[in-house]
């Protein structure tokens, strides 16, 4: 059973003795959703689609038209405005803007700018995302990341993007999760390359992409010196099953997924003995203005030594906790709103200010997804009162859309889609989401209605 702590302070505690009053938020607060392009734009082709092709995806499914961004991405533009929020974070697609090396696609970026432009002029900030998983499949059979010319190769793609869509937009993440894109393609062989068991080099990819990360960061404030860049992390929370072994593990789980990225921005390098593999990163220390945090999960950990791909962990979801949808052979995750607080915690030691950039849950019938947002605002809104500089929160996502290595099994979305007719129907969560944003605020008939699990609506577990 889900139950969620309610400090002292919380001004919405009736037990308090004080009438109950809506938790507020900053006149400026950012309320957006996040997308990615290959997730939503359709007919992409990426390594991403090759992979698709060579039948890694668990479902069967290929992505197809997707979200149908690349026809007609402004009908869900409509949807972000109707809905009441006021940002958007979508990426732009490597392989689209220079498919081939060198050669570069001027009506690619004509599109992505007609998309920017559809955003200003509804009134919706946007964030781009450089790269969110995809890039083009010369720069793959290049090596990738890996390649000595990746760096090189970034910061002149970066440069093309900020020279086309820079007056439009100043917010930038150079890369979405290098620690996932590092860990599933490398270490799980879920992703492409697809990898197995390679964590020494899954880190090695993690310090390739800070130094390209680097390179477009210094890119980015020499084209638009007022820009705020920075990326988007994924943390998740590890909770050791029992004592010895498992925390170890746990720990050292934490250290190489959690921690190592941010270790290379906060400090410039990886800690001893994972420095030995890194190569010097030494100049990216500090090189963000805000770290973006993509939170979702808790794991729990024990040690496992059969489990070398996993640096021996085991991570399991025990049946009793709050889930989403199962994806096709294993559950998703346990959703866990109070992950917010170790995630901010741990990123405010780099000083800079923080976004929620991905929250979120799989859950096609809207079972627990009310009760995931009221319980994520609640948290971030008491960490803001603790003095955590946090701007603005983006859900994952708006639209069902093409979950990775689940196909279409996954769904997301505030708002469903049926993807033969490309029909979509905002679910209860996206009203109250918007409901959320257009107030600016979370009031006690809301925390009231979806923020204990066993009354929100429709839950079954
Ligand atoms: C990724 C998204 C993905 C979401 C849900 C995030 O880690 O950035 O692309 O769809 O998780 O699994």
Redesign the pocket.
């Known amino acids: 059973m889900a139950t969620f702590s309610t400090p002292d302070n919380d001004p919405n505690i009736e037990a308090s003795g004080r009438t109950p009053v809506p938790l507020e938020f900053s006149k400026d607060f950012l309320w957006g959703v ?1 997308t ?1 392009a290959h ?1 939503v734009e359709g007919n992409s082709q990426n390594q991403w689609s090759d992979w698709e092709a060579a039948g890694h995806i668990r479902s069967g499914d290929t992505c197809g038209s997707a979200c149908d961004w690349w026809g007609n991405a402004e009908r869900d533009f409509d949807l972000v405005r109707d809905i009441g929020l006021n940002a958007l974070r979508f990426s732009v697609d490597w392989s689209r803007i220079e498919p081939r090396q060198g050669e570069w696609d001027l009506t690619a970026l004509r599109r992505y700018r007609e998309m920017l432009d559809g955003l200003v002029q509804r009134g919706i900030s946007p964030i781009i995302c450089l790269h ?2 995809t890039h083009p499949r010369w720069f793959e059979h290049n090596g990738a990341f890996l390649s000595l010319d990746a760096p090189e190769l970034f910061e002149r793609f970066t440069r093309v993007v900020i020279d086309a869509l820079g007056e439009q937009c100043s917010r930038w993440l150079t890369f ?2 290098p620690n ?1 894109y590092a860990a599933m393609g490398y270490a799980l062989g879920e992703f492409p390359p697809g990898r197995r068991g390679d964590i020494g080099a899954a880190m090695r990819v993690m310090s390739a992409m800070a130094r390209c990360h680097l390179r477009a960061y210094h890119a980015i404030h020499q084209l638009q010196p007022h820009a705020e860049v920075g990326w ?1 992390h ?1 943390y998740v929370v590890l909770e050791p099953q029992g004592r010895g072994p498992d925390r170890w593990i746990a720990a050292l789980v934490n250290e190489l997924f959690n921690e190592s990225f941010l270790r290379l921005i906060q400090y410039g390098r990886l800690p001893f003995p994972l420095s030995m593999l890194d190569g010097t990163a030494g100049a990216v220390k500090g090189s963000c203005d805000f770290v973006g945090l ?1 939170v ?1 999960n808790r794991f729990h950990v024990a040690f496992d030594y059969r489990n070398r791909a996993q640096a021996f962990a085991r991570l399991f979801v025990p049946p009793h906790v709050p889930q989403g949808d199962s994806a096709c052979d294993r559950p ?1 995750g346990e959703a866990y709103p109070q992950a917010l607080r170790q995630a901010v915690e741990r990123s405010a030691k780099l000083g800079k200010p923080i976004y929620i950039l ?1 929250n ?1 849950v ?1 859950d096609a019938q809207d079972r627990i997804r009310p009760w995931l947002i009221v319980n994520a605002v609640k948290e971030m809104h008491q960490l803001i009162a603790e003095g955590h500089d946090i701007r603005g929160y983006f859900h ?2 708006l639209t069902d ?1 093409f ?2 290595t ?1 196909g279409w099994r ?1 769904r ?1 979305g505030l708002v469903a889609l049926d993807c033969a007719t490309q029909e979509r129907t905002i679910r209860g969560s996206g009203k109250l989401y918007g409901e959320i944003a257009r107030r600016n605020a979370l009031s006690p008939e809301m925390i009231a209605e979806y923020g204990q699990l066993e009354s929100a609506s429709a839950t079954k577990f």
């Open positions: 996040s990615a997730q969110h998983f979405n999760e996932v988007a994924h993509n979702y998703y991905e979120g799989p994952w996502t859309n979950e990775w689940e996954l997301f």
